[in-house]
Protein backbone atom coordinates (compact mmCIF):
# COMPACT_ATOMS: atom_id res chain seq x y z
CA UNK A 1 0.00 0.00 0.00
CA UNK A 2 1.44 3.25 -1.07
CA UNK A 3 0.44 6.75 0.72
CA UNK A 4 -0.78 9.23 -1.58
CA UNK A 5 1.18 12.58 -1.93
CA UNK A 6 -1.38 14.63 -0.91
CA UNK A 7 -2.73 12.90 2.18
CA UNK A 8 1.24 11.86 3.29
CA UNK A 9 1.80 15.82 3.40
CA UNK A 10 -1.60 15.93 5.60
CA UNK A 11 0.17 13.59 7.85
CA UNK A 12 3.02 15.16 7.91
CA UNK A 13 1.64 18.15 8.84
CA UNK A 14 -0.33 17.12 11.35
CA UNK A 15 3.22 15.33 13.10
CA UNK A 16 4.73 18.44 12.69
CA UNK A 17 2.10 20.95 14.23
CA UNK A 18 2.53 18.41 17.12
CA UNK A 19 5.74 19.72 18.01
CA UNK A 20 5.14 23.29 16.88
CA UNK A 21 3.74 26.11 19.11
CA UNK A 22 4.87 28.71 21.04
CA UNK A 23 8.41 27.73 22.67
CA UNK A 24 9.69 28.73 25.96
CA UNK A 25 12.19 31.68 26.16
CA UNK A 26 14.25 29.60 28.12
CA UNK A 27 17.00 32.31 27.90
CA UNK A 28 16.48 33.76 31.42
CA UNK A 29 15.49 30.49 33.09
CA UNK A 30 18.65 28.89 32.15
CA UNK A 31 20.93 31.96 33.01
CA UNK A 32 18.87 32.02 36.36
CA UNK A 33 19.86 28.05 36.61
CA UNK A 34 23.32 29.35 35.61
CA UNK A 35 23.97 31.80 38.21
CA UNK A 36 22.28 30.07 41.09
CA UNK A 37 24.49 29.36 43.54
CA UNK A 38 25.03 25.54 44.28
CA UNK A 39 23.31 23.98 47.33
CA UNK A 40 26.37 23.51 49.45
CA UNK A 41 27.53 27.06 48.83
CA UNK A 42 24.37 29.16 50.37
CA UNK A 43 24.99 27.90 53.73
CA UNK A 44 26.50 30.21 56.10
CA UNK A 45 30.05 29.38 57.51
CA UNK A 46 28.60 29.46 61.23
CA UNK A 47 26.26 26.57 59.84
CA UNK A 48 29.41 24.78 58.15
CA UNK A 49 31.53 24.60 61.01
CA UNK A 50 28.73 23.44 63.60
CA UNK A 51 27.99 20.85 60.93
CA UNK A 52 31.94 19.61 60.63
CA UNK A 53 32.75 20.05 64.45
CA UNK A 54 29.60 17.67 64.64
CA UNK A 55 30.56 15.30 61.97
CA UNK A 56 33.94 15.18 63.83
CA UNK A 57 32.73 14.10 66.98
CA UNK A 58 30.69 11.29 65.66
CA UNK A 59 33.26 10.07 63.95
CA UNK A 60 35.98 10.04 66.66
CA UNK A 61 33.14 8.28 68.65
CA UNK A 62 32.73 5.55 66.11
CA UNK A 63 36.05 4.99 65.93
CA UNK A 64 36.60 4.83 69.67
CA UNK A 65 33.58 2.61 70.29
CA UNK A 66 34.64 0.07 66.98
CA UNK A 67 37.77 -0.21 68.88
CA UNK A 68 36.35 -0.85 72.16
CA UNK A 69 33.22 -2.81 71.61
CA UNK A 70 33.92 -6.73 72.17
CA UNK A 71 34.82 -8.97 69.15
CA UNK A 72 32.46 -11.63 68.87
CA UNK A 73 34.23 -14.73 67.56
CA UNK A 74 32.35 -17.38 65.77
CA UNK A 75 31.42 -20.89 66.68
CA UNK A 76 34.46 -23.13 66.52
CA UNK A 77 33.78 -26.52 65.82
CA UNK A 78 35.96 -28.54 68.17
CA UNK A 79 38.31 -31.44 65.94
CA UNK A 80 37.35 -35.09 67.20
CA UNK A 81 39.55 -37.05 69.46
CA UNK A 82 39.12 -40.88 69.14
CA UNK A 83 40.53 -42.50 72.38
CA UNK A 84 42.95 -44.98 71.14
CA UNK A 85 41.11 -48.03 73.37
CA UNK A 86 37.52 -46.26 72.68
CA UNK A 87 34.60 -48.92 70.85
CA UNK A 88 33.72 -47.14 67.67
CA UNK A 89 30.22 -49.40 68.53
CA UNK A 90 29.84 -46.66 71.29
CA UNK A 91 30.62 -43.57 69.80
CA UNK A 92 28.09 -44.09 67.17
CA UNK A 93 25.43 -45.10 69.30
CA UNK A 94 26.04 -42.73 72.23
CA UNK A 95 24.24 -39.35 71.57
CA UNK A 96 26.29 -36.28 70.59
CA UNK A 97 26.18 -33.80 73.90
CA UNK A 98 25.39 -30.88 72.06
CA UNK A 99 27.56 -28.03 73.76
CA UNK A 100 30.87 -30.35 73.86
CA UNK A 101 31.55 -29.74 69.67
CA UNK A 102 31.01 -25.77 69.56
CA UNK A 103 33.00 -23.49 71.36
CA UNK A 104 31.57 -20.06 71.77
CA UNK A 105 34.46 -18.03 72.61
CA UNK A 106 34.49 -14.31 73.51
CA UNK A 107 37.64 -12.21 73.52
CA UNK A 108 37.89 -9.12 74.59
CA UNK A 109 40.93 -7.25 73.56
CA UNK A 110 42.78 -6.12 76.44
CA UNK A 111 45.15 -3.23 76.58
CA UNK A 112 48.59 -4.10 79.00
CA UNK A 113 49.76 -0.74 80.01
CA UNK A 114 53.38 -0.70 79.96
CA UNK A 115 55.32 1.85 82.42
CA UNK A 116 58.81 3.42 81.36
CA UNK A 117 59.60 2.42 84.89
CA UNK A 118 60.17 -1.20 85.85
CA UNK A 119 58.92 -1.84 89.28
CA UNK A 120 60.53 -3.49 92.56
CA UNK A 121 59.40 -7.02 91.23
CA UNK A 122 60.85 -6.71 87.92
CA UNK A 123 63.94 -4.82 89.39
CA UNK A 124 64.35 -7.83 91.87
CA UNK A 125 63.63 -10.42 88.78
CA UNK A 126 66.30 -8.62 86.81
CA UNK A 127 68.58 -9.25 89.81
CA UNK A 128 68.63 -12.99 90.18
CA UNK A 129 69.12 -13.55 86.19
CA UNK A 130 72.57 -15.27 85.28
CA UNK A 131 75.32 -13.78 83.63
CA UNK A 132 75.58 -13.83 80.31
CA UNK A 133 77.79 -16.32 78.71
CA UNK A 134 80.90 -15.38 77.56
CA UNK A 135 81.18 -14.95 73.81
CA UNK A 136 84.81 -16.43 71.99
CA UNK A 137 86.48 -13.48 70.22
CA UNK A 138 85.40 -14.45 66.66
CA UNK A 139 88.59 -12.55 65.07
CA UNK A 140 90.67 -15.45 66.76
CA UNK A 141 90.20 -17.95 65.12
CA UNK A 142 92.42 -20.39 67.33
CA UNK A 143 90.12 -19.61 70.40
CA UNK A 144 86.98 -21.81 68.74
CA UNK A 145 89.22 -24.61 67.21
CA UNK A 146 89.09 -27.70 69.15
CA UNK A 147 91.44 -29.41 71.41
CA UNK A 148 93.93 -31.89 69.78
CA UNK A 149 92.80 -35.17 70.50
CA UNK A 150 94.57 -37.13 73.29
CA UNK A 151 95.23 -40.36 72.44
CA UNK A 152 98.07 -42.91 72.69
CA UNK A 153 99.88 -43.62 70.08
CA UNK A 154 100.03 -47.10 68.75
CA UNK A 155 102.91 -49.21 69.79
CA UNK A 156 103.40 -51.89 66.72
CA UNK A 157 105.99 -55.11 68.24
CA UNK A 158 108.06 -57.26 66.28
CA UNK A 159 106.35 -60.27 65.81
CA UNK A 160 108.06 -63.41 67.58
CA UNK A 161 107.32 -66.55 67.04
CA UNK A 162 108.76 -69.92 69.04
CA UNK A 163 110.64 -72.21 67.43
CA UNK A 164 109.22 -75.27 66.43
CA UNK A 165 110.51 -78.08 68.17
CA UNK A 166 111.13 -81.69 66.83
CA UNK A 167 111.71 -84.77 68.57
CA UNK A 168 112.84 -87.33 67.49
CA UNK A 169 110.54 -90.63 67.02
CA UNK A 170 110.28 -93.44 69.45
CA UNK A 171 110.65 -90.84 72.70
CA UNK A 172 107.96 -90.73 74.92
CA UNK A 173 106.87 -87.54 73.75
CA UNK A 174 105.93 -88.59 70.54
CA UNK A 175 105.48 -86.19 68.10
CA UNK A 176 102.89 -84.14 67.90
CA UNK B 1 -30.63 18.89 15.16
CA UNK B 2 -30.24 17.12 12.09
CA UNK B 3 -27.15 17.57 9.79
CA UNK B 4 -25.70 16.10 6.69
CA UNK B 5 -22.73 14.54 6.38
CA UNK B 6 -19.77 16.26 5.44
CA UNK B 7 -17.07 14.18 3.67
CA UNK B 8 -13.26 15.22 4.03
CA UNK B 9 -10.03 14.16 3.17
CA UNK B 10 -7.01 14.61 4.72
CA UNK B 11 -5.99 16.58 1.70
CA UNK B 12 -8.11 19.41 2.58
CA UNK B 13 -6.42 20.08 5.34
CA UNK B 14 -4.25 23.13 4.89
CA UNK B 15 -1.27 24.67 4.65
CA UNK B 16 0.26 21.17 4.24
CA UNK B 17 3.43 20.66 1.60
CA UNK B 18 5.02 24.44 2.39
CA UNK B 19 5.49 23.62 5.80
CA UNK B 20 8.28 21.18 5.68
CA UNK B 21 10.58 22.98 3.06
CA UNK B 22 11.52 25.67 5.41
CA UNK B 23 14.33 22.51 6.93
CA UNK B 24 17.29 24.03 8.34
CA UNK B 25 20.46 23.07 6.45
CA UNK B 26 23.08 22.11 8.22
CA UNK B 27 26.50 23.76 8.20
CA UNK B 28 29.34 24.73 9.80
CA UNK B 29 29.53 26.97 12.61
CA UNK B 30 28.99 30.63 11.62
CA UNK B 31 31.63 32.98 13.17
CA UNK B 32 29.36 34.30 15.36
CA UNK B 33 28.46 31.01 16.65
CA UNK B 34 32.12 30.56 17.35
CA UNK B 35 32.51 33.27 19.16
CA UNK B 36 29.92 32.71 21.49
CA UNK B 37 30.93 29.18 22.02
CA UNK B 38 34.67 30.20 22.49
CA UNK B 39 33.41 32.90 24.89
CA UNK B 40 30.97 29.97 26.39
CA UNK B 41 34.23 27.83 27.17
CA UNK B 42 36.21 30.56 28.74
CA UNK B 43 33.07 30.59 31.41
CA UNK B 44 31.01 33.89 29.71
CA UNK B 45 27.45 33.02 30.94
CA UNK B 46 26.17 35.75 28.42
CA UNK B 47 27.81 34.55 25.78
CA UNK B 48 26.07 30.95 26.52
CA UNK B 49 22.92 32.87 26.85
CA UNK B 50 23.00 33.73 23.07
CA UNK B 51 23.33 29.79 22.29
CA UNK B 52 20.10 29.39 24.39
CA UNK B 53 18.81 31.87 22.69
CA UNK B 54 19.50 30.64 19.03
CA UNK B 55 18.92 27.00 19.55
CA UNK B 56 15.78 26.83 22.24
CA UNK B 57 13.15 26.07 19.81
CA UNK B 58 14.93 23.46 17.75
CA UNK B 59 15.56 21.98 21.61
CA UNK B 60 12.14 22.57 22.35
CA UNK B 61 10.86 20.78 19.74
CA UNK B 62 13.08 17.59 19.80
CA UNK B 63 12.18 17.21 23.48
CA UNK B 64 8.36 17.36 22.34
CA UNK B 65 8.76 14.88 20.04
CA UNK B 66 10.10 12.72 22.59
CA UNK B 67 7.91 13.30 25.39
CA UNK B 68 4.70 14.99 23.75
CA UNK B 69 4.16 17.16 27.14
CA UNK B 70 5.38 20.81 26.72
CA UNK B 71 5.74 21.05 30.21
CA UNK B 72 8.11 18.49 30.60
CA UNK B 73 9.94 19.29 27.03
CA UNK B 74 10.52 22.49 28.67
CA UNK B 75 12.05 21.04 32.23
CA UNK B 76 14.44 18.96 29.82
CA UNK B 77 15.12 21.57 27.54
CA UNK B 78 16.46 23.63 30.28
CA UNK B 79 18.20 20.80 32.01
CA UNK B 80 19.70 19.77 28.35
CA UNK B 81 21.17 23.46 28.30
CA UNK B 82 22.78 23.33 32.15
CA UNK B 83 24.16 19.68 31.28
CA UNK B 84 25.92 21.70 27.99
CA UNK B 85 27.43 24.41 29.88
CA UNK B 86 28.88 22.18 32.29
CA UNK B 87 30.26 19.78 29.68
CA UNK B 88 31.22 22.93 27.47
CA UNK B 89 34.58 22.35 28.57
CA UNK B 90 34.84 18.81 26.45
CA UNK B 91 33.53 19.75 23.73
CA UNK B 92 35.78 19.54 21.16
CA UNK B 93 34.55 20.77 17.81
CA UNK B 94 34.60 17.84 15.88
CA UNK B 95 30.57 17.66 15.28
CA UNK B 96 28.93 21.09 14.89
CA UNK B 97 27.58 22.17 18.43
CA UNK B 98 23.67 22.22 17.59
CA UNK B 99 24.47 18.13 16.55
CA UNK B 100 25.85 17.54 19.80
CA UNK B 101 23.29 19.83 22.01
CA UNK B 102 20.59 17.89 19.96
CA UNK B 103 22.32 14.76 21.00
CA UNK B 104 21.92 15.80 24.92
CA UNK B 105 18.38 16.44 24.74
CA UNK B 106 17.28 14.04 23.22
CA UNK B 107 18.92 11.47 25.55
CA UNK B 108 17.63 13.04 28.48
CA UNK B 109 14.14 13.33 26.91
CA UNK B 110 14.56 9.59 26.45
CA UNK B 111 15.71 8.65 30.03
CA UNK B 112 12.67 11.09 31.02
CA UNK B 113 10.31 9.07 29.06
CA UNK B 114 11.33 6.00 30.61
CA UNK B 115 11.48 7.37 33.92
CA UNK B 116 7.89 8.20 33.95
CA UNK B 117 6.82 6.27 31.71
CA UNK B 118 5.23 8.87 29.76
CA UNK B 119 2.06 7.63 27.96
CA UNK B 120 1.92 10.81 26.44
CA UNK B 121 -0.57 9.90 23.37
CA UNK B 122 -2.95 8.92 25.92
CA UNK B 123 -3.56 12.33 27.55
CA UNK B 124 -6.13 14.24 26.88
CA UNK B 125 -5.43 16.51 24.22
CA UNK B 126 -5.68 20.20 25.03
CA UNK B 127 -9.08 21.91 22.88
CA UNK B 128 -9.62 25.46 22.32
CA UNK B 129 -12.31 25.82 24.60
CA UNK B 130 -9.97 25.72 27.60
CA UNK B 131 -8.23 28.28 26.40
CA UNK B 132 -5.08 26.69 25.86
CA UNK B 133 -2.66 27.04 22.55
CA UNK B 134 -3.68 23.85 19.77
CA UNK B 135 -1.49 23.89 16.96
CA UNK B 136 -3.92 21.19 15.37
CA UNK B 137 -6.52 24.63 14.99
CA UNK B 138 -4.05 26.29 12.29
CA UNK B 139 -4.99 23.43 10.05
CA UNK B 140 -8.20 23.94 8.84
CA UNK B 141 -8.52 26.37 6.31
CA UNK B 142 -9.28 30.08 7.43
CA UNK B 143 -11.72 30.05 4.24
CA UNK B 144 -13.49 27.20 4.52
CA UNK B 145 -17.18 26.98 6.13
CA UNK B 146 -17.31 26.37 9.59
CA UNK B 147 -18.82 23.02 9.40
CA UNK B 148 -15.72 22.21 7.28
CA UNK B 149 -13.38 23.79 9.35
CA UNK B 150 -14.49 21.35 12.30
CA UNK B 151 -14.53 18.18 10.41
CA UNK B 152 -10.89 19.33 9.05
CA UNK B 153 -9.96 19.81 12.93
CA UNK B 154 -11.55 16.52 13.86
CA UNK B 155 -9.67 14.76 11.28
CA UNK B 156 -6.67 16.66 12.37
CA UNK B 157 -6.61 15.46 15.83
CA UNK B 158 -7.74 11.77 14.69
CA UNK B 159 -4.81 11.74 13.09
CA UNK B 160 -2.97 13.13 16.12
CA UNK B 161 -4.14 10.00 18.11
CA UNK B 162 -3.16 7.34 15.38
CA UNK B 163 0.27 9.21 15.19
CA UNK B 164 0.41 9.08 18.92
CA UNK B 165 -0.24 5.15 19.20
CA UNK B 166 2.31 4.41 17.02
CA UNK B 167 5.41 2.66 17.93
CA UNK B 168 7.83 4.61 19.54
CA UNK B 169 10.51 3.59 17.09
CA UNK B 170 7.90 4.84 14.13
CA UNK B 171 6.41 7.56 16.38
CA UNK B 172 9.97 9.76 17.06
CA UNK B 173 11.26 9.12 12.82
CA UNK B 174 8.24 10.56 11.84
CA UNK B 175 7.75 13.46 14.39
CA UNK B 176 11.46 14.26 13.71
CA UNK B 177 11.37 14.44 10.29
CA UNK B 178 8.25 16.47 10.28
CA UNK B 179 9.24 18.89 12.56
CA UNK B 180 11.43 20.46 9.57
CA UNK B 181 14.38 21.12 12.31
CA UNK B 182 16.39 18.43 11.25
CA UNK B 183 17.64 16.99 8.26
CA UNK B 184 17.64 12.73 7.61
CA UNK B 185 21.18 12.62 8.53
CA UNK B 186 20.76 14.71 11.87
CA UNK B 187 17.88 11.97 12.67
CA UNK B 188 20.47 9.08 12.44
CA UNK B 189 22.65 10.25 14.46
CA UNK B 190 20.15 11.27 17.13
CA UNK B 191 18.41 7.80 16.79
CA UNK B 192 21.40 5.74 16.13
CA UNK B 193 20.24 4.22 12.88
CA UNK B 194 21.23 4.44 9.14
CA UNK B 195 19.84 6.97 6.97
CA UNK B 196 18.39 4.68 4.73
CA UNK B 197 16.54 2.75 7.71
CA UNK B 198 15.14 6.57 8.57
CA UNK B 199 13.56 6.81 5.53
CA UNK B 200 11.50 3.98 5.81
CA UNK B 201 10.31 4.30 8.94
CA UNK B 202 8.86 7.20 7.87
CA UNK B 203 7.39 5.95 5.12
CA UNK B 204 6.04 2.93 7.01
CA UNK B 205 4.59 5.49 9.76
CA UNK B 206 3.07 7.29 7.17
CA UNK B 207 1.41 4.11 5.95
CA UNK B 208 0.36 3.13 9.05
CA UNK B 209 -1.15 6.31 9.73
CA UNK B 210 -2.98 6.53 6.78
CA UNK B 211 -4.12 3.07 6.76
CA UNK B 212 -5.91 3.46 10.13
CA UNK B 213 -7.29 6.80 9.48
CA UNK B 214 -9.15 5.07 6.38
CA UNK B 215 -10.35 2.33 8.64
CA UNK B 216 -11.60 5.10 11.11
CA UNK B 217 -12.79 7.43 8.93
CA UNK B 218 -15.14 4.46 7.38
CA UNK B 219 -16.25 3.58 10.92
CA UNK B 220 -17.11 7.37 11.39
CA UNK B 221 -18.96 7.60 8.15
CA UNK B 222 -21.26 4.70 9.12
CA UNK B 223 -21.64 5.65 12.87
CA UNK B 224 -23.15 8.98 11.46
CA UNK B 225 -25.40 7.79 8.86
CA UNK B 226 -26.95 5.59 11.80
Redesign the interface.
Known sequence: ????E??????????????????????H???A???ARPWYASRGPRQWSIATAAAATIAIGALTFALRAPREVGPIAAPDVTLPGAAVGAAVTDPPSPGSRVVHTTVRRARVEQSPDPTEAELEWLARRPDPLELAALSEPASIQPLSPSVALLEVLPLSLPPVEVLPLGTSGGAR | MSSSPVTV???D?V???R??DDSVPESRETPQVRAWLDAARAGD?AA??EL??LY??V????A??AL?D?EDA?DV??DA??LA?RKLPNFRGDAMFRTWLLTIVWRRAIDRRRARRLAWFRRPAATADDGT?D??D??AAPDADPERAAVAVDL?RR??RI?GELSPTLRDT??L????EHSYDDIGRLLGAPVGTIKWRV?EA??Q???R?EATGQAAISHDRT
Do not use: K, Y
Not at chain 1, 1 to 4: G, K, L, S
Not at chain 2, 59 to 62: A, Q, S
Not at chain 2, 177 to 180: Q, V
Open positions: MTVPTSAASIDAVARQMTDGPGPDLRRVARLT | SVALPLGLLAFGVGQRVFRTLAGRESQFVWFPLALATRILLAASGSRRVAAL
